[in-house]
């Protein structure tokens, strides 16, 4: 047969043109992400966010948020109300326009608002469209408007169904299970994005409740950016002793920033424009960052605690221990793609900077003990810095790559592709040793862990160098560690797998480890680089037929499924580690690419992150007590 013969024709025929909502639903992740838990949340964020625009134009003041016992979830306000007159071009109530069709909303019209999150005009008929119905009812003009839709599409006209002198809007939404293999909410996914919005919104109260277990929560931080700030730090000694908070306006632009100095070693610094949280920084960061370094070495000098010829601290020293809020909102962001990461604005920079340079040497003039505290701090890190440069020195080493032995007990692979490679962290020499049985060698490296790594929230880099485990990751990834030093281009395998037992001393290493990685090489979480494996819990036999269940809520279903036509003999075996396994039986269950489950960590709720570690690898007990005595009920598969 011909070889062109089989070739499909590809003409005219073949040039498929989607239709309103068609393309959300072909290729959803384009507009939130991916389909998985992360982009079911993503759905209310968008919802939520329409309300916060509404605060930010200055007509909301109340946000209620409620998961339903049918699997949807409510989202209401007291805003104005989208509207719901006829649209002059689309010849259709102005409400069915905003839902069903993509690029359409009030924020491309300055009138309507001058600053707002959503700008593209694809969040709220993107979640219309990823639904398998959706109800949006408006109060407006003294009558309550109602319209329902089915996977995007309007199956009921906009009708009046009753009156009401107060204004608002109530979407209530169910995710499409044709879409979302798991349609379940988490309340506490949307709690903490709730509770961020909140402090960054202080005229705002913000309410949700989760009918299916009666948990509710209300936020209203009067404080605002300072509140933010308080919150981040309560597991940590204050160095400051008071926040500095900072609120002012140039050139049109409202800039906000809360800051406070603390005796941790790290910074963390949070930036926000218009709500949304720029996780790569961007101009107003830059501008931010700038300020503190000039303002700090002008008071250290201004108030001899530097001689002009000493070396002027670096925007390293006086970041360590720094926690900061810096929040602006403007008229027309310009940010790096949709996803809004990172803000582009180039006029944003000199303003940031002149109004933080300004306020912070009139606070640091008017509490000049404060300030003495704070160039201490900077000082001692100044020469922790040099103390961590001459570790390197001492204990660097060549790539592994490079090196005739490989670092510790890694078992390198034989690809050199990074693109193609991954690395396994194994918890112990046993497991390591069926990891290397069971691996692929040409693409999959093992590294066994002896012990548990140095908890780095209790430490400076140059007491972290000194750690074996540590230089031996460092080592093994091949990207170097530190501010100076680091460069993710270098790492060495693109997949980074935590591989630890499921009990609490493998919960305790892979906590250990992600702090590290989150204090340490954040790039390479932020970059998708970072994931864990997801062993099973259970074996279930009998005879040679097996199943492994990796939740304990799924081991009744297996177990009912192996018996359904009366078998017995079924035998359930527990793994307490991964030791237990053959080195077959690991490559099946956990390192397979074909079979294998891995969560990818990221840190898009990075502030969240950062409390949690803070709270539980920190020095303040208290408040780890606390959360493990609300928490505790919470525990699965204890070993005790």
Not at 291 to 309: E, S
Request: hydrophobic fraction near 35%; include cysteine.
């Amino acid at each position: 047969m011909n070889k062109k013969q089989k070739e499909p024709v590809y003409d005219a025929s073949q040039i498929q043109v989607l239709k309103g909502l068609e393309a959300v639903r072909m290729r959803p992740a384009m507009y939130i992400g991916d389909v998985s838990v992360r982009g079911l949340h993503h759905l209310v964020n968008e919802v939520v966010d329409n309300s916060i625009d509404e605060a930010l134009a200055g007509y909301c003041t109340e946000i209620d948020v409620s998961i339903n016992k049918d699997g949807s979830v409510t989202v209401e306000d007291n805003g104005r109300g989208i509207p719901v007159d006829l649209h002059p071009e689309e010849k259709k109530s102005a409400l069915e326009v905003v839902m069903t069709v993509l690029h359409a909303g009030g924020k491309f019209d300055k009138k309507a608002y001058k600053v707002s999150g959503g700008l593209h005009g694809v969040g709220v008929s993107v979640v219309n469209a990823l639904s398998e119905w959706m109800v949006v009812e408006v109060a407006r003009g003294g009558k309550v408007y109602r319209q329902r839709y089915e996977k995007g599409f309007p199956v009921t006209p906009v009708k009046i169904v009753g009156q009401r002198k107060a204004t608002g809007t109530k979407t209530t939404f169910l995710p499409d299970g044709a879409i979302f293999k798991k349609r379940k909410f988490s309340f506490e996914i949307i709690v903490e994005r709730l509770r961020e919005l909140a402090f960054l919104n202080k005229d705002v109260k913000i309410s949700i409740i989760d009918k299916n277990t009666n948990k509710s929560e209300k936020f209203k931080y009067k404080g605002g950016l300072a509140a933010f700030v308080e919150y981040l730090d309560q597991n940590r000694t204050s160095i400051s002793k008071k926040i500095i908070y900072i609120s002012a306006e140039r050139d049109g632009l409202p800039v906000e920033a809360a800051l406070a100095y603390n005796d941790s070693y790290n910074d963390n610094i949070y930036s926000y424009v218009n709500n949304i949280h720029t996780i790569e920084g961007g101009t107003h960061e830059v501008g931010f960052k700038a300020a503190l370094t000039r303002t700090l070495n002008n008071f250290a000098v201004k108030n001899k605690l530097i001689k002009n010829n000493d070396a002027t601290l670096s925007g390293e020293d006086v970041r360590e221990g720094l926690t900061a809020i810096i929040s602006i909102k403007i008229k027309d962001p310009q940010f790096e793609g949709q996803t809004k990461t990172k803000l582009g604005n180039s006029e944003v920079k000199g303003t940031v900077e002149a109004i933080i340079n300004e306020n912070l040497s009139r606070f640091l003039d008017a509490n000049t003990i404060v300030g003495k505290r704070i160039i201490e701090k900077c000082i001692v890190a100044a020469r922790s810095r040099e103390a961590a440069r001459k570790a390197r020195e001492l204990t660097r080493r060549k790539s592994a790559l490079e090196n005739e032995s490989l670092p510790g007990k890694l078992a390198d692979c034989s690809w050199t592709e990074a693109e193609k490679t991954e690395m396994f962290i194994v918890e112990g020499n046993s497991a390591g040793g069926s990891a290397k049985q069971g691996r692929d060698r040409r693409f999959q490296a093992i590294l066994p862990l002896r012990g548990k790594i140095l908890n780095v929230e209790k430490a400076r880099l140059d007491k972290i160098l000194s750690n074996e485990e540590i230089r031996t990751i460092v080592a093994a990834m091949g990207t170097g560690i530190g501010r100076e030093e680091f460069n993710l281009d270098k790492l060495r395998y693109h997949r980074i797998i935590i591989m630890t037992d499921a009990d609490v001393d493998g919960a305790h290493i892979r906590t250990l480890l992600l702090t590290f990685f989150f204090r340490h090489m954040k790039s390479v979480i932020e970059n998708g680089h970072l994931y864990i494996a997801n062993p099973p819990l259970f074996r279930v036999q009998r005879g040679s037929e097996e199943l492994y269940v990796y939740d304990q809520d799924d081991l009744e279903g297996a177990i009912k499924r192996m018996s359904k036509d009366g078998g017995k003999n079924i035998v359930t075996q527990r793994y307490k580690g991964l030791g237990e396994m053959n080195p077959e039986q690991l490559w099946k269950t956990t390192m397979d690419p074909q079979s294998r489950t891995l969560q990818q960590v990221t840190i898009e709720e990075a502030f969240e992150a950062d409390h949690i570690f803070s709270m539980l690898m920190g020095d303040e007990v208290e408040n780890r007590r606390k959360f493990i005595e609300e928490n505790a009920k919470y525990v699965r598969n204890l070993d005790i």
